[in-house]
Structure formats: C-alpha cells, structure tokens
C-alpha cells in the first residue's frame, strides 16, 4: 500500500514511517495540514492518516475540504480526543475510521488494510514495478534494470530511486528526499543528497543515450524521460 501519514509530533511521525516501511508498504509523510493537504490532492495513495490536531490546518477541515475536491482516498483519524463526540464529528467529516490514542500499531496496521480493501486499493492490486523509459524499478526484489541491463545497487540508493522514479515528471525537493529518504528533518542545503544523486547518476545515466535524473535548478530533482 502506499501511505500517507499527516502527524505534527516528530516521534510519533518517524515511528509509524518506520513500522509501516518495515510492514513492506510506502509511506510518506507531511508535519503539518497545509502539506498534508497538498501530498493528499495530488498524490495517488490508499490511505490516509491523519492527526486531528494539527498546525496550519487541523485534521478534520483538511479531510473536508479533500471531500469538497472529490479526493475519496480512505482517511483513518488519530486523535487523543476520544469521546463519542469527537469520533462522531471526525466521522462526519468525511474520515472513514476513528482511533484514539494511544494506540498499538497492530490494531492500526489491521484498521488500514480493512480501509484499502473496502476502498478495492488492497495490498494484492499495487503495481511492484516502476517504469520511466527503459528503467525498471521493482520494489519487492530490490532489482533495477535499465535497457535490461542489470545495475547494483546498494539500500539507501534503491530508497532514493524508488522515491524519484514514484514520483516521475514531478520536481522532488531536497527536504521531501529527507524526510521520505532519510527520515531527517534538518537544514536541506546538507550534500548528503547531492553525493547520492551523484552515485545514483554514475550507475543509472552513465553509458546510456538518455539521461534519465535531472537537476532542477533551485528546486531539486525530477526523473522523467527525455533530453536534459
């Protein structure tokens, strides 16, 4: 399943990411409404998780203003308030599960793949392998090919590609790659993803016609099939 997780608390942020990764799905992430509402717009995911209490925009007004743009992707609310009341108002809201905190991640993870198969996005249909030209990126055996050539690659730089390559003809920021990538939140001038990229480009365009990575100047990266 791809995931993604709205939740202004750090810890509890990188913990889900982490579970959720470590339970075979994708998971991103967004820290406050306003992020959360744009990754939701415009993202392809099969569930949302959603803090109820968050900055920027709280978790009910973004599911409701998701519904009044038609997005129905399934929407699970985490939330310390848990009287009848609020469940009832997070549900008329347009959320589609309610679940108190605390909580454990077993029942969490159960709720959410109760959430993708009534929605008919259940574990079983998602695509394994990304395509961009003659790249193939197959995320359950690690294996990437170019041409069907294929290129080695070590786990953090899989992470990196399999990242660019989902989000294909889209600009990637240096912060989206550090939080999605890394599961850093600090200053994004850092090179680390610079040094990355470099390595990801000397395996995955070198001795190849097309150029497959692109620099996007001043704002990051993007994988599209093309001409640079």
Same mark, same amino acid.
């Given at each position: 399943?791809?995931?993604?997780?709205?939740? @202004?608390? %750090?810890?509890?942020?990188?913990?889900?990411?982490?579970?959720?990764?470590?339970?075979?799905?994708?998971?991103?992430?967004?820290?406050?409404?306003?992020?959360?509402?744009?990754?939701?717009?415009?993202? @392809?995911?099969?569930?949302?998780?959603?803090?109820?209490?968050?900055?920027?925009?709280?978790?009910?007004?973004?599911?409701?203003?998701?519904?009044?743009?038609?997005?129905?992707?399934?929407?699970?609310?985490?939330?310390?308030?848990?009287?009848?009341?609020?469940?009832?108002?997070?549900?008329?809201?347009?959320?589609?599960?309610?679940?108190?905190?605390?909580?454990?991640?077993?029942?969490?993870?159960?709720?959410?793949?109760?959430?993708?198969? %009534?929605?008919?996005?259940?574990?079983?249909? !998602?695509?394994?392998?990304?395509?961009?030209? @003659?790249?193939?990126?197959? %995320?359950?055996?690690?294996?990437?090919?170019?041409?069907?050539?294929?290129?080695?690659?070590?786990?953090? !730089?899989?992470?990196?590609?399999?990242?660019?390559?989902?989000?294909?003809?889209?600009?990637? +920021?240096? +912060?989206?790659?550090?939080?999605?990538?890394?599961?850093?939140?600090?200053?994004?001038?850092?090179?680390?993803?610079?040094?990355?990229?470099?390595?990801?480009?000397?395996?995955?365009?070198?001795?190849?016609?097309?150029?497959?990575?692109? +620099?996007?100047?001043?704002?990051?990266?993007?994988?599209?099939?093309?001409?640079?």
């Amino acid at each position: 399943m791809r995931i993604l997780i709205i939740e @202004d608390d %750090r810890e509890a942020l990188a913990y889900l990411v982490k579970a959720f990764r470590e339970a075979g799905h994708t998971a991103d992430q967004a820290a406050d409404g306003l992020d959360g509402y744009a990754l939701a717009r415009d993202g @392809d995911y099969d569930v949302l998780i959603v803090d109820r209490m968050l900055p920027k925009l709280d978790g009910l007004s973004l599911i409701r203003s998701l519904r009044e743009q038609k997005v129905e992707t399934p929407a699970l609310i985490l939330s310390a308030l848990s009287q009848v009341d609020d469940r009832v108002k997070g549900l008329r809201a347009g959320g589609d599960d309610y679940l108190p905190k605390p909580y454990a991640f077993s029942e969490l993870l159960a709720r959410v793949e109760v959430l993708a198969r %009534r929605s008919g996005k259940a574990p079983a249909g !998602e695509a394994t392998t990304y395509r961009v030209g @003659d790249l193939e990126v197959d %995320r359950l055996s690690h294996r990437v090919t170019r041409a069907g050539q294929e290129i080695p690659i070590q786990p953090r !730089e899989f992470r990196l590609l399999e990242y660019l390559v989902r989000h294909a003809g889209q600009v990637v +920021t240096r +912060t989206m790659l550090l939080e999605n990538v890394w599961d850093y939140h600090f200053d994004p001038q850092t090179n680390v993803i610079d040094v990355h990229v470099s390595r990801l480009r000397s395996k995955i365009d070198k001795g190849f016609e097309r150029p497959l990575i692109h +620099t996007v100047r001043g704002a990051g990266y993007m994988v599209r099939d093309g001409a640079r």
